[in-house]
């Protein structure tokens, strides 16, 4: 490994170079308040849209194309993450992330006045082009305004974002649909925007590199957009398939090989979309592993939990939003303590560790879930999962932004966003065969002691003609989709009652609740089973961040020596649009007080907060 080059100007960027060292602290953080607010926007939007949906296509006439609404939302976010963040670097974060919260704002508007389902399809791949920005601009602008030293205590308030959004978000889209109209529920998203749009606007500086390549890969863009494109449909698609059809295993081979050709291209490429030399880092390369693997455990308590609460026990929508208090109640405290205590003690691998290991434990508690498992022990084993999310929601980035050269911190902290989400996708996919195999497996066991209560209580006549069409129920190859008696509001002993001719249903309607019982239980085992798969994969996190190399948490913006990366790596500043370079007052932070000049913020003299008064070391 190449240590990044440390010289003088690499170590203390100029005026020019950072924009971080012209503004007051008081204006780096109403600019945090409006990134803040920028991302509330894609994290509300999901919990709102959610509550509404089932209302929505109600209205729209359009169940068969339900799924879509969600599909395209997630595959035009993940695949402009990491074009944001390279275009980030060359163009400035304050033109990306504004375009990004606009072409969002413009989604929402034109998704509100849908009037067919076609209409809100594609309007919310609109919404979906513009939330790609959202989360990785804002981590990267966090990057720039603070040093890796200072981040700690406001990378947790990311976490806490997502939180509060879980919190409040099914509560207000159940409140808009009912009481207003689920035209509303995109709406809502348009003030709050504006007010974003016009801080970041009136504060936030533009810095560009002025002599970096603008050469995109356009290429390697192509293919990148057909590969992840084939690789989220396929996923998609595997709840309704299986592995072996042409939509879902054929559309991940495609990917594969389309990803393959995409590494070809990026290594060859002038200016890459996914820098390769970058994975010579290993704390890059081990953050981005454990995040991929610690997405599934993450998603999929996320996605099976309310599911187990709607279906299991009957909660609403809303309510199970409630019941997952704990889990989020963890995940903000542990997100904002664990940013605070990386800033203050400098070290982050072992609070990462900490938050993998309460991650696993709290995920093996909850593969003892059982139909009738009490709330009171599942909230504690939800709070243990979110303290454990936590830390590796707020750290990984800090680690990543860190260890980086500045001039790629944006693309680095996208690739990171990137491979959560797709860790995410790949994970439920996973988590969901193995939760339908295991409902498969154990319900015919669970329904074989009803069925020979049933058949001994028929008539001798009838009993033969019974055990052949009950001992088909739940089998494997019997030709049913077990799966579409896991809706919310069904009852299986119901569903079976109506299966069986009417001279039987009398004697079969009396065990009715000890067939949704047992099938309670199988969905409930499904599920357990699923944790265990988040487990492997938390445990893998685990021994990858054992590989990181915890490098000193820099107190300035350019890289230490002991920073480890490709050689030769560019350093400077992250952009952020363009200012003049040369030492002039810059504009922009008229409003703020007046910017000082270059002259006044000569490196040995000028603090990271822009006041001009050094630091105290620790500080």
């Known amino acids: 490994m190449e240590a990044f080059p440390s010289d003088v100007g690499a170590d203390t960027p100029t005026l020019a170079d950072d924009p971080a060292l012209g503004l007051s602290h008081r204006a780096k953080l109403e600019i945090l308040g409006a ?7 894609g994290a509300l939007d999901q919990t709102v849209v959610g509550t509404a949906l089932p209302k929505i296509v109600t209205d729209l006439g359009g169940n068969e194309l339900y799924t879509w609404v969600v599909t395209i939302y997630l595959l035009t976010s993940t695949i402009t993450v990491p074009f944001y963040g390279k275009l980030s670097d060359l163009y ?12 969002f704002l413009i989604g929402s508007a034109l998704s509100g006045l849908s009037q067919e389902m076609w209409q809100l399809i594609l309007f919310r791949g609109i ?18 305004l603070f040093t890796p030293a200072e981040r700690g205590r406001y990378q947790g308030l990311f976490g806490a974002v997502f939180g509060i959004s879980f919190l409040i978000g099914p509560a207000l889209g159940g409140w808009l649909t009912d009481n207003a109209s689920w035209h509303w529920v995109f709406y809502v998203n348009i003030p709050i925007g504006i007010v974003s749009l016009f801080v970041i606007g009136r504060l936030l500086p533009n ?3 002025p002599n970096v390549s603008r050469e995109l890969d356009l290429l390697g863009a192509l293919v990148f957009t057909i590969a992840i494109g084939f690789l989220l449909i396929g996923l998609t698609n595997k709840p309704n398939g299986q592995w072996t059809d042409l939509s879902v295993g054929g559309f991940l081979a495609i990917a594969t090989v389309l990803g393959l050709l995409f590494v070809a291209i990026e290594a060859r490429a002038k200016e890459a979309i996914v820098p390769l030399d970058l994975w010579r880092n290993r ?7 454990a995040t991929f693997l610690l997405s599934f455990g993450f998603f999929g308590a996320v996605i099976f939990l309310p599911r187990w609460f709607q279906v299991v026990r009957g909660e609403s929508a809303t309510a199970s939003g409630y019941l997952m208090f704990p889990l989020l109640i963890g995940l903000i405290g542990s997100s904002v303590v664990s940013g605070a205590i990386v800033s203050r003690t400098g070290r982050y691998k072992p609070v990462i560790l900490v938050g993998i290991a309460l991650m696993t434990l709290g995920i093996g508690l909850m593969t003892q879930l059982t139909a009738d498992t009490d709330f009171v022990p599942l909230w504690f084993w939800m ?10 929601l707020a750290v990984f980035t800090i680690a990543v932004q860190n260890a980086v050269p500045f001039s790629k911190l944006g693309v680095a902290t996208s690739n990171l966003t990137f491979f959560r989400q797709i860790g995410g996708s790949v994970g439920l996919a996973i988590a969901g065969t193995v939760f339908a195999t295991q409902l498969q497996n154990d319900l015919p066991s669970r329904l074989r002691p009803i069925f020979e209560n049933i058949v001994a209580g028929l008539p001798p006549q009838a009993q033969q003609q019974a055990v052949a069409g009950l001992s088909q129920i739940g089998q494997s190859g019997s030709g049913q989709n077990l799966q579409s008696f896991t809706g919310v509001g069904q009852s299986f002993g119901q569903a079976i009652l109506g299966q069986v001719p009417q001279q039987f249903q009398q004697f079969i309607a009396p065990h009715v609740p000890q067939l949704d019982h047992a099938f309670y239980q199988a969905f409930t085992a499904g599920i357990a089973a699923s944790f265990w798969v988040a487990i492997g994969t938390t445990v893998l996190a685990f021994v990858a961040t054992l590989g990181m190399k915890e490098i000193p948490l820099r107190k300035t913006f350019g890289p230490s020596p002991a920073t480890e990366g490709a050689a030769g790596a560019p350093v400077g500043a992250a952009a952020l649009g363009p200012v ?3 030492p002039a007052e810059a504009p922009g932070a008229a409003s703020v007080g007046q910017r000082p000049t270059a002259q006044a913020a000569a490196p040995a003299e000028r603090a990271p907060d822009g006041r001009g008064v050094p630091r105290p070391a620790g500080d």
């Not at 990134?35 to 926007?41: A, T, W, Y």
């Not at 400035?92 to 072409?103: A, N, Q, V």
């Not at 704390?283 to 592993?289: D, E, K, N, R, V």
Request: no cysteine; charged share 5%; proline share 7%.
């Open 35 to 41: 990134v803040l607010l920028g991302l509330f926007l």
């Open 92 to 103: 400035g974060r304050k033109p990306l992330l504004m375009g990004g919260i606009t072409i």
């Open 127 to 144: 919404q979906g082009v513009g939330a790609g920005a959202l989360f990785p601009i804002s981590l990267a602008i966090i990057g720039d």
């Open 207 to 209: 810095v560009r590199h």
């Open 283 to 289: 704390t890059y390369a081990a953050s981005l592993i």
């Open 383 to 392: 709070f243990v999962t979110g303290v454990g999310i936590g830390p590796t």
């Open 580 to 582: 003049p370079s040369a």
